[in-house]
């Protein structure tokens, strides 16, 4: 174990510098906190040593706790987690205290953290308990505290320590929202002490060791007479943060991450007692929060699986296929996207459209994006004119010699693309990927019109591509193993989430979101009031309500998909009464959020103000209402099934890509780690007993999937299930 290193120079100062062998970022283990705390002892017990610098061996300092240590902890218990984390609060309280007479509070030994990089989470808590924090200037660094992003919460000392330093309205960004600031920014809110040119930061660690006093080793907290910033709980102003705070977490949260309230409730309650008892109330509600099947469902889906995924958990194995130079067919909103993603990548892209002038509209975009990413101080001017460098905007297919992948993003028309395909075909060499980015026409039926089958793939992005992170890779009959490993390379080197499914009818996401549209649409057919369905939906952590999300999506769109997905499924088309209020929307015009009417009103600005008056007459809402959970069940299943039924068809093949497909793809409440996981923190036996109950009130689309049903005679979830075949 040499996580940590330990020297000491003649000035009697002692460097610890933390450097994991195997990894490129440090992270926390057991052990490693373990070594650390026994050099901590050697260098407090030797008379020799001034002070100690806590410093890094790599160009950051650390990127927090390894999460895998952290879902592993879950598996002995509460008690084993709580006592762990005490431990943890006992290391760093020695730091803090640094051999000092708690009585006198002198005799200390100065123990600094020199951060040359990045410092996340325990990577930041550790400096948090040091006596001073001196940062490299360097302006990639990111600094602070995402535990919340992954459904936890700063729990060793982060969130106790923070509170007390900066108040609890100033912390609030950092804590509740993951905030992460460069190193002269973190120096302006007050997270580091100093910020210092990187290659004199370890002299000025020195520096301030040999000249630190004894009264700059005494934390505000353990000081006499401490006043907490803004105040406590109960000084007027302290009063009106914790009251807002709360109502704010409620807001936004709809109480169903149990972190931000834990985190919240460690805040609140440790400011009312000493900092000691408020580390242990911390080391409560961390355990809580570990304990609760929620947190643990979305570190695996949104950190560890998708960095899976994202590294290439389901690549074939065959050589790299970085792209060099990408074609990209059709400049419109989303052909313009993918071209921004790609330049700003470092990919040479040759964009055509069918004319000069869209394609120049095409590449206009990312002139806009790096405009809006240039006001915000995020893009140089060297920046912006490199990105467009890259991009050649152009009619003639002859530019496209050389390129070694091709993405089409033409009309949505079968005949288009066929032509388009047969065009580009001519253009490349034959080694040359062709990819559509079709949302709703099967890959094996366009690929008819390739001479090389097995080099076309569906590279599907969402819209706006700058911000949507998935990618869904579709597979069609005869894709062959080098196509999926170039889309997979490519959407690597663009920095998203690639899953990979085979080819059906809307692939995957598409595929589950459109029924959770369409049970929203038929509830307000059956007179459930719309404020209903809406509020249910958020209120289960779905981020739009299915009203909502068509009027963004464009209701002239649904009609589009359903008239196209009655005529491909004949008399076995199940949404008749769906379409009865589509179409009849679309007649009055009410095309959504782009015709400023849809199932809400708008101002002239174009503001969403509520739901459409003129839907209670159409609609009318009747007497006696479904409760909460059954338009919550109705919601939630009607897009689960569909996951279901896709693992069992075989357009998925790993439940990680259904869970981290969902959650980046359409935001499937993100609490639950998605549908997979949903479904395995209810059981497969309530599931079926839902399913069992629906079927019987509202139809057979809630039949429970014989995989279903075959799980819960046997006790199993799906992640134990898979994990005999794939590691998940
Ligand atoms: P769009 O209408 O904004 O853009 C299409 C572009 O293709 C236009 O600029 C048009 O001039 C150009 N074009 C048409 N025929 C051409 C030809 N023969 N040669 C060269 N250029 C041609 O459409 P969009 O929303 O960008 O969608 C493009 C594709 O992406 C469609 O297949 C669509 O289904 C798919 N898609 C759309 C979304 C979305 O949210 N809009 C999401 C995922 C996938």
């Given at each position: 174990m040499t996580d940590f290193t330990y020297a000491v120079d003649a000035d009697g100062v002692a460097t610890i510098t933390w450097d994991?062998?195997?990894?490129s970022m440090n992270v926390m283990s057991t052990e490693g906190f373990a070594l650390l705390d026994s050099l901590i002892d050697t260098a407090l017990a030797d008379a020799a040593v001034k002070g100690v610098i806590l410093t890094s061996g790599k160009k950051d300092f650390a990127g927090g706790m390894d999460l895998n240590v952290i879902a592993q902890?879950?598996?002995?218990?509460a008690q084993a987690i709580f006592d762990g984390v005490m431990q943890m609060h006992g290391v760093l309280r020695k730091i803090e205290r640094a051999g000092m007479d708690p009585k006198t509070k002198k005799g200390g030994k100065p123990i600094v953290a020199a951060l040359p990089g990045t410092a996340l989470g325990i990577g930041y808590e550790l400096p948090l308990a040091c006596h001073r924090i001196i940062a490299a200037d360097n302006p990639k660094a990111k600094i602070g505290l995402p535990e919340i992003m992954v459904g936890i919460f700063p729990g060793a000392g982060g969130t106790t320590r923070l509170v007390r330093k900066m108040g609890a309205m100033m912390a609030a960004p950092f804590l509740l929202e993951g905030k992460l600031s460069d190193p002269k920014s973190a120096k302006a809110a007050g997270l580091v002490d100093e910020v210092v040119a990187p290659d004199a930061l370890l002299t000025r660690a020195k520096e301030w060791v040999l000249s630190a006093k004894d009264a700059d080793l005494v934390k505000p907290w353990d000081d006499k007479g401490y006043k907490m910033p803004g105040g406590a709980p109960y000084h007027p102003a302290g009063f009106m943060t914790y009251v807002g705070a709360s109502a704010m977490i409620l807001g936004k949260t709809m109480g169903v991450y149990p972190a931000a309230k834990a985190l919240l409730s460690a805040a609140y309650e440790g400011a009312l007692v000493p900092f000691d008892t408020a580390l242990k109330i911390e080391a409560r509600w961390f355990t809580s929060v570990l304990m609760n099947p929620s947190s643990s469902a979305m570190i695996r889906s949104l950190f560890i699986n998708k960095e899976a995924l994202e590294k290439g958990a389901n690549r074939p194995k065959v050589d790299d296929q970085t792209v060099k130079r990408l074609g990209v067919i059709g400049a419109g909103m989303m052909g313009a996207g993918i071209a921004y993603v790609s330049a700003n990548a470092g990919i040479e892209v040759v964009l055509i459209d069918a004319s000069q002038e869209a394609a120049e509209r095409g590449k206009a975009h990312s002139a806009d994006l790096l405009d809006k990413g240039m006001k915000r101080g995020k893009v140089t001017a060297e920046k912006k004119a490199e990105v467009l460098g890259r991009i050649h905007a152009t009619t003639d297919y002859a530019a496209l010699a050389g390129c070694d992948l091709i993405v089409e993003a033409v009309f949505e028309d079968p005949k288009i693309k066929a032509e388009v395909t047969a065009k580009v075909e001519a253009a490349v060499g034959a080694d040359c990927i062709f990819a559509t980015n079709t949302s709703t026409l099967p890959i094996s039926g366009l690929a008819k019109a390739s001479a090389r089958p097995a080099n076309f793939i569906g590279i599907h992005f969402f819209s706006p591509v700058d911000k949507m992170n998935l990618v869904e890779i579709i597979r069609g009959k005869e894709t062959g193993d080098v196509a999926v490993a170039k889309a997979l390379d490519y959407v690597r080197q663009i920095r998203k989430t690639p899953i990979v499914v085979n080819d059906a009818r809307f692939f995957y996401a598409n595929r589950c979101i459109i029924p959770y549209i369409n049970e929203g649409i038929r509830m307000v057919a059956e007179g459930v009031e719309p404020a209903l369905v809406e509020n249910a939906a958020k209120l289960v952590g779905m981020p739009l309500g299915p009203l909502q999300l068509v009027d963004e999506t464009s209701i002239d769109l649904g009609v589009k998909i359903a008239k196209a997905t009655r005529a491909a499924m004949g008399d076995a088309y199940p949404d008749g009464a769906v379409d009865a209020v589509l179409f009849a929307m679309a007649d009055q015009g009410r095309l959504g959020k782009k015709a400023n009417a849809g199932f809400y009103a708008y101002d002239a600005g174009g503001k969403r103000e509520g739901l459409w008056e003129g839907l209670a007459t159409q609609y009318p809402v009747a007497e006696v209402q479904p409760d909460l959970t059954t338009v919550q069940h109705r919601l939630l299943m009607a897009q689960v099934l569909e996951a279901v039924r896709a693992l069992d068809e075989g357009v998925l093949t790993d439940i990680r890509e259904g869970d981290v497909g969902a959650i980046l793809g359409?935001?499937?409440?993100p609490w639950s780690g998605g549908p997979f996981s949903w479904l395995d923190i209810i059981g497969a036996a309530r599931a079926v007993e839902i399913c069992d109950h629906l079927t019987t009130t509202q139809g057979t689309r809630f039949t429970a999937p014989a995989l279903l049903r075959a799980m819960a005679d046997k006790g199993e979830t799906f992640y134990a299930r898979a994990s005999g075949a794939k590691a998940a």
């Amino acid at each position: 174990m040499t996580d940590f290193t330990y020297a000491v120079d003649a000035d009697g100062v002692a460097t610890i510098t933390w450097d994991v062998k195997a990894k490129s970022m440090n992270v926390m283990s057991t052990e490693g906190f373990a070594l650390l705390d026994s050099l901590i002892d050697t260098a407090l017990a030797d008379a020799a040593v001034k002070g100690v610098i806590l410093t890094s061996g790599k160009k950051d300092f650390a990127g927090g706790m390894d999460l895998n240590v952290i879902a592993q902890m879950r598996a002995g218990g509460a008690q084993a987690i709580f006592d762990g984390v005490m431990q943890m609060h006992g290391v760093l309280r020695k730091i803090e205290r640094a051999g000092m007479d708690p009585k006198t509070k002198k005799g200390g030994k100065p123990i600094v953290a020199a951060l040359p990089g990045t410092a996340l989470g325990i990577g930041y808590e550790l400096p948090l308990a040091c006596h001073r924090i001196i940062a490299a200037d360097n302006p990639k660094a990111k600094i602070g505290l995402p535990e919340i992003m992954v459904g936890i919460f700063p729990g060793a000392g982060g969130t106790t320590r923070l509170v007390r330093k900066m108040g609890a309205m100033m912390a609030a960004p950092f804590l509740l929202e993951g905030k992460l600031s460069d190193p002269k920014s973190a120096k302006a809110a007050g997270l580091v002490d100093e910020v210092v040119a990187p290659d004199a930061l370890l002299t000025r660690a020195k520096e301030w060791v040999l000249s630190a006093k004894d009264a700059d080793l005494v934390k505000p907290w353990d000081d006499k007479g401490y006043k907490m910033p803004g105040g406590a709980p109960y000084h007027p102003a302290g009063f009106m943060t914790y009251v807002g705070a709360s109502a704010m977490i409620l807001g936004k949260t709809m109480g169903v991450y149990p972190a931000a309230k834990a985190l919240l409730s460690a805040a609140y309650e440790g400011a009312l007692v000493p900092f000691d008892t408020a580390l242990k109330i911390e080391a409560r509600w961390f355990t809580s929060v570990l304990m609760n099947p929620s947190s643990s469902a979305m570190i695996r889906s949104l950190f560890i699986n998708k960095e899976a995924l994202e590294k290439g958990a389901n690549r074939p194995k065959v050589d790299d296929q970085t792209v060099k130079r990408l074609g990209v067919i059709g400049a419109g909103m989303m052909g313009a996207g993918i071209a921004y993603v790609s330049a700003n990548a470092g990919i040479e892209v040759v964009l055509i459209d069918a004319s000069q002038e869209a394609a120049e509209r095409g590449k206009a975009h990312s002139a806009d994006l790096l405009d809006k990413g240039m006001k915000r101080g995020k893009v140089t001017a060297e920046k912006k004119a490199e990105v467009l460098g890259r991009i050649h905007a152009t009619t003639d297919y002859a530019a496209l010699a050389g390129c070694d992948l091709i993405v089409e993003a033409v009309f949505e028309d079968p005949k288009i693309k066929a032509e388009v395909t047969a065009k580009v075909e001519a253009a490349v060499g034959a080694d040359c990927i062709f990819a559509t980015n079709t949302s709703t026409l099967p890959i094996s039926g366009l690929a008819k019109a390739s001479a090389r089958p097995a080099n076309f793939i569906g590279i599907h992005f969402f819209s706006p591509v700058d911000k949507m992170n998935l990618v869904e890779i579709i597979r069609g009959k005869e894709t062959g193993d080098v196509a999926v490993a170039k889309a997979l390379d490519y959407v690597r080197q663009i920095r998203k989430t690639p899953i990979v499914v085979n080819d059906a009818r809307f692939f995957y996401a598409n595929r589950c979101i459109i029924p959770y549209i369409n049970e929203g649409i038929r509830m307000v057919a059956e007179g459930v009031e719309p404020a209903l369905v809406e509020n249910a939906a958020k209120l289960v952590g779905m981020p739009l309500g299915p009203l909502q999300l068509v009027d963004e999506t464009s209701i002239d769109l649904g009609v589009k998909i359903a008239k196209a997905t009655r005529a491909a499924m004949g008399d076995a088309y199940p949404d008749g009464a769906v379409d009865a209020v589509l179409f009849a929307m679309a007649d009055q015009g009410r095309l959504g959020k782009k015709a400023n009417a849809g199932f809400y009103a708008y101002d002239a600005g174009g503001k969403r103000e509520g739901l459409w008056e003129g839907l209670a007459t159409q609609y009318p809402v009747a007497e006696v209402q479904p409760d909460l959970t059954t338009v919550q069940h109705r919601l939630l299943m009607a897009q689960v099934l569909e996951a279901v039924r896709a693992l069992d068809e075989g357009v998925l093949t790993d439940i990680r890509e259904g869970d981290v497909g969902a959650i980046l793809g359409w935001g499937f409440a993100p609490w639950s780690g998605g549908p997979f996981s949903w479904l395995d923190i209810i059981g497969a036996a309530r599931a079926v007993e839902i399913c069992d109950h629906l079927t019987t009130t509202q139809g057979t689309r809630f039949t429970a999937p014989a995989l279903l049903r075959a799980m819960a005679d046997k006790g199993e979830t799906f992640y134990a299930r898979a994990s005999g075949a794939k590691a998940a």
